[in-house]
């Protein structure tokens, strides 16, 4: 993993294990890291629920993470993050890692567990 992608309190695979990152001097250890993959399981971990819908077109499904100001965090199954029915970028989160920098950056609040 790239250092720059990285800060203290993201999660990911130490030695196989998941560790979160208590230190900004173990960031300089980046390229013994590895991403942890964003799943179902770790947004269950972070607090969101899933929503299944049916359509004609066939289920739908999301993820929502209710903020304590009232607000909603969506993601779709793709797992991009939404506004209302629209894809807020072009590309899906693939890491833990990116979940939590992108809801830092939103939010300015930490996604722990």
């Known amino acids: 993993m790239d250092s720059s992608e990285l800060r203290i ?56 993470l209710e903020k304590k100001n009232g607000h909603q965090f969506v993601l779709n199954e793709d797992l991009q993050p939404m506004d209302g029915e629209i894809a807020m970028l072009d590309y899906k989160l693939e890491h833990v890692h990116q979940l939590q ?8 609040q930490e996604l722990a567990i």
């Open 101 to 108: 920098n992108l809801f830092y950056c939103l939010t300015g």
């Open 9 to 64: 309190g993201n999660y990911t695979l130490d030695h196989g294990h998941p560790e979160q990152i208590p230190y900004g001097s173990d960031i300089d250890s980046a390229g013994l890291m590895e991403p942890i993959r964003l799943t179902e399981e770790w947004l269950i971990k972070f607090g969101f629920e899933k929503f299944e819908f049916e359509y004609d077109e066939g289920f739908e499904t999301t993820y929502v």
